[in-house]
């Protein structure tokens, strides 16, 4: 009897201390704190192809003036494809789109390519060359990093926005064709680091945590979809009045909405509690909700090694509005950083 009252004796300091309040760790830190900036979004491609960019140019300008230093988007990094790549039983073969053509342009495979691109950052000049910067970008493309490699394209003067340097003309055309392309990452993200000199986005996307192994996927798909609909009358009909403010002129009172603590709410509500709150044999919605949990996780790890060895950066985290909550719960975890409200932002 002594020896387990001694062995749990030293186990209970252990289980009190994991339970303790980390918030206050880092109240006398030294330096300065990083500051962290999550725009919700609404994923521009479900809108009309008559979508005008120039709607976005009041959201542009508002998150300008936060001047973040990095930029992180809703998007898988090739680190992660060059994974799925190896293991197709696990992932299948179509994790990540292909990057077949700038590999014929480049000669490099995924882990190559990311590989030169590590290593051209560690030594890129101040000033690059218009030269340096096509070169950059065609690397870019060949691992998986398109949004990056058009905040090069941006940067070039118009003149220089050409192949050569290793960015053959099928690479130059799909550069030159992304402004028409509706996506966040490239119509927000990689617009505003290009205006703010800033050389590259960074993806932060994970899938390895929500890729659900289920014997139905039919069946599993539907379970979640029911569960949403009976569960989500409010976000349904939020939806719905988001929808037309979507075809507006300007987007910034759409933003402005979306980004709205009540409305995030709803949105979590009508999607996880809603998930959480149906009954089905198997537990489909929540495994569910597991998944988008550790995707979340993940992701938000992923933007913390983004200013890992940057105390007091600025970041800004561009993502599908439904994952605001938990980015700003779980950074706003994190030791020396700081949310920014975005209404502030906004505003």
């Avoid at 330096?31 to 521009?44: D, E, F, I, N």
């Avoid at 605001?324 to 700081?338: N, R, T």
Wanted: charged share 25%; with cysteine; glycine share 6%.
């Amino acid at each position: 009897m002594g020896k387990w009252r001694l062995i749990f004796g030293l186990t209970l300091p252990l289980v009190a201390q994991a339970q303790g309040d980390l918030s206050a760790l880092d109240r006398d830190m030294a330096g300065a704190r990083s500051k962290v900036l999550v725009l919700g979004t609404v994923h521009l491609s479900e809108l009309p192809k008559t979508f005008n960019p120039a709607a976005l140019d009041g959201v542009l300008r508002r998150l300008e003036t936060f001047k973040p230093d990095i930029i992180t988007i809703e998007s898988l990094p090739g680190e992660e494809c060059d994974l799925a790549a190896r293991q197709p039983a696990k992932y299948g073969a179509d994790y990540c789109a292909p990057t077949d053509e700038a590999r014929a342009a480049t000669g490099l495979d995924l882990s190559a390519a990311i590989a030169q691109v590590h290593q051209t950052f560690k030594s890129w000049p101040s000033q690059p060359a218009p030269a340096q910067r096509r070169h950059l970008a065609a690397l870019l493309l060949a691992a998986n990093d398109r949004a990056s490699a058009y905040v090069q394209w941006l940067q070039l003067p118009e003149a220089e926005r050409r192949a050569g340097d290793g960015l053959d003309a099928v690479s130059a055309g799909k550069l030159a064709k992304m402004a028409d392309n509706n996506n966040e990452n490239y119509l927000i993200a990689a617009r505003l680091a290009a205006r703010l000199g800033l050389q590259r986005v960074h993806q932060v996307d994970n899938h390895t945590g929500d890729n659900i192994a289920v014997a139905d996927e039919k069946a599993f798909g539907a379970s979640v979809e029911a569960a949403w609909k009976a569960g989500g009358a409010a976000l349904q009909a939020h939806d719905k009045r988001c929808d037309a403010m979507a075809l507006e002129a300007d987007l910034l009172p759409l933003y402005r909405d979306i980004n709205l603590p009540a409305n995030l709410l709803m949105r979590a509500d009508g999607n996880v509690r809603a998930a959480l709150r149906a009954a089905s044999p198997q537990g489909y919605p929540q495994m569910w909700v597991a998944g988008w949990e550790i995707r979340n996780l993940r992701m938000v790890a992923n933007i913390r090694e983004t200013f890992r060895e940057r105390p007091g950066a600025r970041v800004l985290s561009i993502v599908g509005v439904t994952h605001k909550p938990w980015f700003d719960a779980w950074l706003g975890q994190l030791q020396g950083v700081d949310i920014v409200d975005t209404a502030e932002i906004l505003k």
